[in-house]
């Protein structure tokens, strides 16, 4: 029971380290970031429900603004388990948005990844200018 105890604190206070010591990149950026706990910041490419695959998920797929047609790539993903916490229908929600998302940055298909299970993960960027904005 005294080693069960321990391991808990360790993981509330490993939960706390990891969002205060987030670096911030974006999603070009995000390879650099595998193996760690980042804030991946750019704008959903695309957002799609996979209705068919086994685990359901909706894939997230974060670019850079200033760089809208490079490959490099975030997807963020989010099982069906953790649909509803985002609304029900997060694909129709973040399809285009200016985002960043908070998490574990994993490795997967060649391209980097983070799983998104709670909504307080995503924060929505507000463009500076209009020029932003384009």
């Given at each position: 029971m005294h080693t069960m105890k321990i391991a808990i604190a360790s993981a509330a206070v490993g939960l706390w380290v990891f969002s205060a010591g987030a670096v911030t990149v974006t999603p070009a950026d995000a390879m650099s970031q595998v193996g760690h706990a980042a804030k991946v910041c750019g704008v959903v490419a695309s957002a799609v429900f996979d209705a068919n695959?086994?685990?359901?998920?909706?894939?997230?797929?974060?670019?850079?603004?200033?760089?809208?047609?490079?490959?490099?790539?975030?997807?963020?993903?989010?099982?069906?388990?953790?649909?509803?916490?985002?609304?029900?229908?997060?694909?129709?929600?973040?399809?285009?948005?200016?985002?960043?998302?908070?998490?574990?940055?994993?490795?997967?298909?060649?391209?980097?990844?983070?799983?998104?299970?709670?909504?307080?993960?995503?924060?929505?960027?507000t463009p500076q200018s209009i020029a932003e904005a384009r």
């Open positions: 695959s086994r685990a359901h998920p909706t894939f997230v797929t974060l670019i850079s603004p200033e760089q809208p047609r490079a490959n490099p790539a975030l997807t963020a993903v989010i099982y069906s388990t953790d649909r509803a916490k985002f609304g029900g229908t997060p694909e129709a929600v973040l399809q285009g948005q200016r985002i960043c998302v908070t998490g574990f940055v994993s490795f997967f298909r060649q391209r980097p990844e983070m799983i998104l299970s709670d909504p307080t993960q995503v924060s929505y960027v």
